[in-house]
């Protein structure tokens, strides 16, 4: 549901340092000045590390200081300034200046147009979407677009090396680099009361529709349904992954007797020796209990 909150006057930025090769601050400076010659007062969050960023975002969000967030970078970035935003009422402000964007992308946000993202933030109109959840002994762990536990891990930690190339360019070589030597893994799924044990090449648990730049693994996936979508891709030959991971692009891959797509509140995800990413992050080692939490973030976006 959309509503106005008011004027959104004092203004968090923070800008990862390090997100698209320098653009997040770029991007980060022309929105700033944007906001502050329309009447805004904008607090600079700068830290030099991911983990000076999230404790500065934090404080600024849990102290009152500021009316919204804007996070300027990447799907990481994007998950910082959800977990920090996560079950309260400062609304978060995705600008996207990373190399995947996954995250902007579902929120249906404006690339590459500073202006108007400045214009949503003066108009104060939010709207309030679900997160992806996960309760440890340490606190909670949000997430905003995809989870996933198998393959993709694997080749999202591969791609980090991969430093001459950027977004999808550097997914589709880690993935090359990767399938010659990956077989499927033995999970147990249980997504509510219904519990899957099976052979699969990954599992993806979706809140948003994309990763990987615009991978649509789960098209149908909604940030305000309330549900997670959980795509299962059960194992298949090396030729035949080849043959199916292109149609991934259009989400057409559903369609094949491999994948398998369940909807639900709650997810069990378990497999030996397997770590999940979340937003494209180093997220929590398997076995992990999660839940979708309606309506758990305010957003400014369309």
């Given amino acids: 549901m959309t509503h106005f909150t008011g004027p959104l006057r004092r203004i968090g930025l923070y800008a990862n340092p390090v997100s698209g090769r320098g653009r997040s601050e770029t991007a980060a400076a022309q929105l700033r000045g944007i906001l502050a010659d329309s ?119 591969r791609g980090r090396s991969l430093t001459a190339l950027h977004g999808t360019p550097r997914y589709l070589a880690a993935v090359a680099l990767e399938l010659p030597r990956f077989t499927g893994i033995p999970y147990v799924v249980q997504v509510d009361d219904q519990r899957i044990e099976t052979e699969a090449m990954l599992v993806a648990v979706a809140n948003g529709g994309t990763f990987g730049g615009g991978m649509k693994v789960c098209p149908d996936a909604s940030m305000t349904d309330g549900l997670f979508d959980v795509m299962i891709l059960h194992k298949i030959g090396r030729g035949e992954f080849l043959r199916i991971f292109p149609k991934v692009f259009s989400g057409g891959h559903v369609s094949h007797p491999a994948v398998e797509i369940l909807r639900g509140r709650r997810v069990h995800l378990e497999a030996d020796g397997i770590d999940s990413q979340a937003d494209g992050e180093d997220f929590l080692p398997l076995p992990v209990d999660l839940e979708v939490v309606p309506g758990a973030l305010a957003v400014v976006a369309p």
Wanted: net charge negative.
């Fill in 39 to 157: 009447g805004h007062i904008v607090l600079d969050i700068a830290a030099q590390s991911a983990a000076e960023g999230r404790v500065r975002t934090f404080d600024a969000v849990r102290s009152g200081a500021i009316d919204a967030l804007v996070v300027a970078g990447g799907d990481g970035t994007a998950n910082l300034g959800a977990n920090a935003c996560a079950g309260t009422d400062i609304p978060l402000v995705v600008l996207p200046a990373g190399t995947g964007n996954d995250n902007a992308r579902s929120l249906g946000m404006p690339r590459k147009d500073i202006p108007a993202i400045a214009r949503l933030i003066s108009d104060g109109q939010t709207r309030r979407i679900d997160a992806g959840r996960c309760v440890t002994a340490d606190g909670e762990l949000w997430w905003l677009g995809v989870l996933g536990g198998g393959f993709d891990t694997l080749v999202n930690t």
